[in-house]
């Protein structure tokens, strides 16, 4: 088994407007990143609206359709600027992280890696915000447990922002386990390491706000000993990473100083988890990550560290 580096290039028609950081070139930044490991071939799909609804309200559905439809220049539910083809873009994006989860979940591949944009973990059940339409990552989720039957289900967020959306999805879910690291006080300002979810979910939400300045020691540790013994109790049968690179030094949306050695570091950690609970089962979508030579970089170390759990290759620096 293999890899999949998955990709649909309708992403680059998601167009928020000139200078905005989550830019069409972003996806192509990340493609870079890829080096000379070519796509995985999967016939591009959009999300189907019952889909959609594992996550999210029909009523919000409907809103964003609306909004969209109506040549409005943001959501109505919040800061996300749209064009004339965000719907379709999202539907897509979402349809390619379901196409990794089918791809794992099937035994055809190791694992995966979604490059995909608009991003999701701010989406909430209600409302789209942060850059964010459809929760991407939470459909994943809910979409594996529908369709493969999977019980439970870990999710690691390291980007630079906390993933409220997700939370809130899964807050009061004891099949979910989610996990974030982030920039506190930052956008949008969730995620006390007091929220630890409710009800059925108690326990099953684990968050480390850092302030500006943090990096590997805060963020390596926070997954590397915490997190890893949550799993060892939780034993997910799939790990599913939110992988925002703005969490990387110099990215012009965060204050972290993470380098592309740590985002390798975090990686080799999540497939050690992986291996351990869920049969190497790992699914890792995209985010956040806005300057775009920083992006290339972690892009390539974040999939060459997923890769290195098949087969030990030679690493060479890459030039972006």
């Known amino acids: 088994m293999t890899t999949a580096f998955l990709a649909d290039p309708i992403a680059k028609e998601h167009d928020p407007g000139p200078g905005h950081p989550e830019q069409p070139a972003r996806w192509d930044a990340a493609i870079r990143g890829l080096g000379d490991h070519a796509l995985t071939k999967a016939a591009p799909r959009s999300a189907t609206e019952e889909e959609l609804s594992l996550c999210h309200t029909r009523a919000y559905i409907a809103t964003a359709r609306r909004d969209v439809e109506s040549g409005a220049h943001q959501l109505s539910t919040g800061d996300t600027d749209i064009c004339p083809r965000s719907f379709d873009v999202?539907?897509?994006?979402?349809?390619?992280?379901?196409?990794?989860?089918?791809?794992?979940?099937?035994?055809k591949a190791k694992n995966a890696f979604c490059i995909v944009r608009p991003p999701g973990h701010h989406a909430s059940a209600y409302?789209?915000?942060?850059?964010?339409?459809?929760?991407?990552?939470?459909?994943?989720?809910?979409?594996?447990?529908?369709?493969?039957?999977?019980?439970?289900?870990?999710?690691?967020?390291?980007d630079v922002h906390h993933g409220n959306g997700t939370q809130d999805?899964?807050?009061?879910?004891?099949?979910?386990?989610?996990?974030?690291?982030?920039?506190?006080?930052?956008?949008?300002?969730?995620?006390?390491?007091?929220?630890?979810?409710?009800?059925?979910?108690?326990?099953?939400t684990?968050?480390?706000?850092?302030?500006?300045?943090?990096?590997?020691?805060?963020?390596?540790?926070?997954?590397?000993?915490?997190?890893?013994k949550k799993m060892d109790e939780f034993r997910p049968d799939l790990l599913l990473i939110s992988a925002g690179f703005d969490s990387r030094n110099g990215d012009p949306l965060g204050r972290f100083v993470l380098t592309d050695a740590d985002f390798a570091e975090l990686t080799t950690v999540m497939r050690e988890i992986a291996d351990k609970h869920s049969k190497g089962r790992l699914v890792s979508i995209l985010e956040g990550g806005y300057n775009l030579n920083g992006l290339s970089r972690a892009v390539y170390a974040h999939a060459h560290s997923l890769m290195a759990s098949l087969v030990q290759r030679p690493t060479r620096r890459f030039h972006s």
């Open 90 to 107: 999202a539907l897509r994006a979402t349809g390619t992280c379901l196409n990794g989860i089918d791809l794992v979940m099937q035994g």
């Open 169 to 204: 999805i899964f807050y009061a879910d004891g099949s979910v386990f989610f996990c974030s690291t982030h920039q506190s006080p930052w956008y949008p300002g969730t995620g006390d390491a007091r929220e630890t979810g409710e009800g059925p979910g108690k326990g099953c």
């Open 127 to 158: 409302r789209g915000m942060g850059f964010c339409l459809f929760n991407n990552i939470a459909i994943a989720a809910r979409y594996a447990q529908h369709k493969h039957g999977v019980e439970r289900v870990a999710i690691a967020d390291w």
């Open 206 to 228: 684990l968050n480390f706000p850092f302030p500006a300045g943090s990096g590997k020691d805060q963020i390596l540790g926070a997954f590397r000993d915490r997190f890893a």
